[in-house]
């Protein structure tokens, strides 16, 4: 990581996010071979974070970008960092196929349930119910249909060789977190498929709630929707 | 050999390695062409989820450092503008082909230059600009496929081949140059893992106007230095025209036999070709208007290229369009009416 002040809003988890994905990146001792892809949405700015080389995706597209780098550097380590709009949403099609193709890259998934960096527009992740700038009543199904777990769906894939949810609302998730991330690139690194962490985050900002609430919300109001653990992991990875 | 296949071989002799594509008609004998060839020599080809998803594939691996192509025609090419826009900002190289077909819309799969506008003035969003190469036969198209990369790698910059179906699927005797094809380039811009240097970043954002701004002046001095450089066009005049028809790509081939029609009834007429579309030959045009009396642009649209003619021209000439669209092809005999009407005086 470099030592730079983040953009992020204060208590936001994406901070902790990127933290994670640092770590493991040193851990593995994998920086000097790795490229990460940074999204459109609150992480577009992932690249001034991550001392490691960095291209920026168009919206929603940067599973096709990493597929591109990839297929060109099969040896070295490819990750792309996306929000929920950007990937659930304008990029449904390029993760699917991503991950249907078994590209062997690491996704880390940030499901804050909003469209933070544009102002807290309901995402396909948005719960029933939830207000957002979009949404004033609540997400009501009839107009704006349901949340799409991500995390399930791929799963069904052949080519998904690791699929993951973690949440980072408190010390023994965000443990459990480092470890699904760790997880999800050595995957990669051993050449097994596609590997994917969808992570619950919070967006204190749009949700309107402080932090330490935000972080009761995701508990008590996102995880009955998404249910954590791991969908799917290779024996090889134990 | 086949004008799509020819295209294909052309970017394997150049160098590409990496091919993403999605089916379109009439240009499938490219991908098709590519998934046989590109394995044999190390390479990757990949039939992409969508056009979207193809060119994104050839941003990152563009990126990555590798010579990469993808071809399409019209509507899979309006679904490129998007990545084509992003490659343009952040200055990558690929070549891209368009074999063009009727349009707008679903439209047809016959020939037509009605991408013209699209290729040569934007089709994406934002201040860029691609390098579009119009070849006239299929010998033509392989050496513009060659020259498209290093001109591409030269300037780290998309570069557009365009041509239509018929060329496309035209069967031509070819020959392979064997040239000196660059090697391949130093790219320490690349994104291939910082390993020792400090770490590379491809992006297209600039959040401060004023950085922003200096970027597009940056892009717009390098569309300066390419429009200095890089012209080509053919200039078909015996030393005594006074008409000239001004045709690219297969409406050029049509209008050299009209030239030849026109000659034989009196009519001293010449032919302008542009060969690169974007930066158009406005100067070649200009010079030609200190003997012209008049310029007949023919081609597969409702009249797309002529709005550069008539710039070139500047009112110095008449300037008269004569077009077919929707897969329609200018028949000769209808051309050389309007060239004769064009002599009579008609505007
Ligand atoms: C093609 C395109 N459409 C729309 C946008 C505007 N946009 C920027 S960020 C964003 C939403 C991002 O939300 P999300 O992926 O959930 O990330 P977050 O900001 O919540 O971290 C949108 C719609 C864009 N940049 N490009
Ligand atoms: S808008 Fe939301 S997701 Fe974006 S930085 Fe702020 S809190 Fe985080």
Redesign the interface.
């Known amino acids: 990581m470099k030592d730079v002040v983040m953009h992020y809003c204060p208590g936001c988890t994406h901070g902790i996010a990127h933290r994670l994905v640092g770590e493991v990146i040193d851990e593995l001792g994998i920086?000097?071979?790795?490229?990460g892809?940074s999204p459109v949405g609150c992480a577009?700015f992932a690249?001034n974070y991550?001392?490691?080389?960095?291209?920026?995706?168009?919206h929603g597209?940067a599973p096709?970008?990493?597929?591109?780098?990839?297929?060109?550097?099969p040896d070295?380590v490819v990750f792309s960092y996306q929000g929920d709009g950007d990937l659930a949403s304008i990029g449904t099609?390029?993760i699917?196929?991503a991950a249907a193709r078994g590209e062997k890259i690491t996704v880390v998934f940030i499901n804050n349930a909003v469209y933070g960096m544009t102002s807290g527009q309901m995402a396909p992740t948005t719960l029933l119910g939830q207000v957002t700038t979009t949404t004033p009543g609540g997400r009501d199904p009839s107009r704006a249909g349901y949340p799409i777990r991500i995390a399930e769906m791929l799963a069904t894939l052949d080519g998904a060789a690791y699929i993951a949810r973690v949440s980072l609302h408190n010390p023994a998730n965000v443990a459990r977190a480092r470890r699904a991330i760790l997880k999800a690139f050595k995957v990669q690194m051993l050449d097994l498929g596609f590997s994917l962490v969808e992570v619950l985050s919070i967006c204190p900002t749009n949700w309107g709630l402080a932090p330490q609430a935000s972080l009761k919300w995701v508990e008590e109001m996102m995880i009955p929707t998404f249910t954590l653990g791991e969908l799917k992991s290779p024996a090889e990875v134990g | 050999m086949k004008g799509n296949e020819a295209v294909g071989e052309a970017a394997v002799r150049a160098g590409c390695r990496y091919f993403f594509g999605y089916p379109i008609t009439p240009q499938n004998e490219i991908p098709e062409y590519m998934s046989r060839r590109l394995p044999a020599v190390g390479g990757v080809f990949l039939q992409a989820e969508s056009e979207v998803a193809a060119i994104n594939m050839v941003y990152g691996a563009a990126g990555a450092g590798a010579r990469v192509m993808t071809s399409s025609s019209g509507p899979g090419i309006s679904l490129k503008s998007e990545g084509i826009s992003y490659i343009a900002a952040a200055e990558l190289p690929c070549v891209i082909v368009n074999m063009v077909r009727g349009g707008p819309g679903l439209g047809s799969i016959q020939p037509a230059q009605s991408d013209y506008f699209q290729a040569t003035k934007g089709g994406g969003h934002g201040d860029y600009r691609l390098v579009v190469l119009a070849p006239a036969s299929v010998q033509e198209m392989v050496d513009l496929v060659m020259d498209a990369f290093d001109v591409a790698d030269e300037y780290r910059n998309p570069v557009m081949i365009m041509g239509d179906g018929i060329l496309g699927q035209m069967m031509e005797p070819v020959e392979f140059k064997e040239r000196p094809f660059s090697a391949p380039r130093e790219k320490p811009w690349a994104t291939t893992g910082a390993n020792g240097r400090a770490a590379n970043l491809i992006n297209s954002l600039y959040i401060d106007p004023e950085v922003l701004e200096k970027h597009n002046l940056h892009l717009a001095e390098k569309y300066r230095t390419i429009s200095g450089k890089e012209v080509r066009y053919e200039v078909v005049d015996p030393g005594d025209s006074e008409y000239f028809l001004v045709a690219y790509g297969t409406t050029s081939r049509i209008c050299r036999s009209v030239m030849q029609k026109a000659r034989e009834t009196g009519i001293r007429a010449g032919l302008i070709r542009p060969i690169t579309l974007w930066p158009f030959p406005y100067k070649a045009l200009e010079e030609a208007t200190r003997r012209a009396k008049g310029f007949l642009t023919v081609e597969m649209s409702c009249g797309q290229m002529v709005e550069d003619v008539r710039l070139a021209v500047c009112g110095r000439a008449p300037v008269r369009f004569y077009g077919r669209t929707g897969g329609m092809i200018p028949q000769p005999q209808a051309i050389l009416e309007q060239l004769v009407s064009l002599v009579e005086g008609g505007v």
Request: proline share 0%; aromatic share 10%; hydrophobic share 55%.
């Open positions: 920086a000097a071979k790795t490229i892809i577009v690249y991550f001392n490691v080389d960095f291209q920026q995706a168009a597209r096709a970008v990493a597929t591109g780098i990839k297929r060109v550097l070295r099609a390029e699917v196929h």
